[in-house]
């Protein structure tokens, strides 16, 4: 299978929040927890127990290994039902500061050479 992506994916063993963003910003769906099972600069794939819409965006604040927040928003735009009945789910980010990109950029680079 060819790798699509621009960014090499991390595994990161973190939860991250989720609050639904509808029309106007408005919140519709409060601090959903997943589980991240990777991760890089320009998206994130996760578990979820819940039903998300592909097309739905996300405020998500990521905790990661330094325990410092990520804030960014999120786009879904692959989900796939797993046996158990929970769902798989790709995102892409779309709003994250270069701050924040950057720290995901840091952790790969120490990924990579360990």
């Known amino acids: 299978m ?3 992506r621009k960014n090499k994916r991390l595994d990161l063993d ?3 929040q989720l609050e639904r963003l ?8 409060k601090l959903v927890h997943v589980d991240v099972t990777d991760i ?6 996760f578990d979820c127990p ?3 819409e592909i097309g739905s965006y996300y405020d998500t604040r990521i905790q990661i290994w330094t325990k410092e927040i990520v804030n960014a928003v999120v786009e879904i735009v692959r ?3 797993k046996p158990d009945g929970s769902y798989h789910y790709g995102g892409v980010f ?3 500061t270069d701050t924040d990109a950057l720290k995901i ?3 790969q680079i120490f990924n990579d050479i360990q």
């Open 22 to 29: 509808d029309e106007g910003d408005v919140t519709t769906l």
């Open 2 to 4: 060819e790798e699509k």
């Open 40 to 45: 890089s600069k320009s998206g994130i794939g």
């Open 14 to 16: 973190v939860k991250i």
């Open 94 to 96: 779309i709003g994250m």
């Open 105 to 107: 950029d840091i952790y």
């Open 79 to 81: 989900s796939e039902q």
């Open 50 to 52: 819940k039903q998300l």
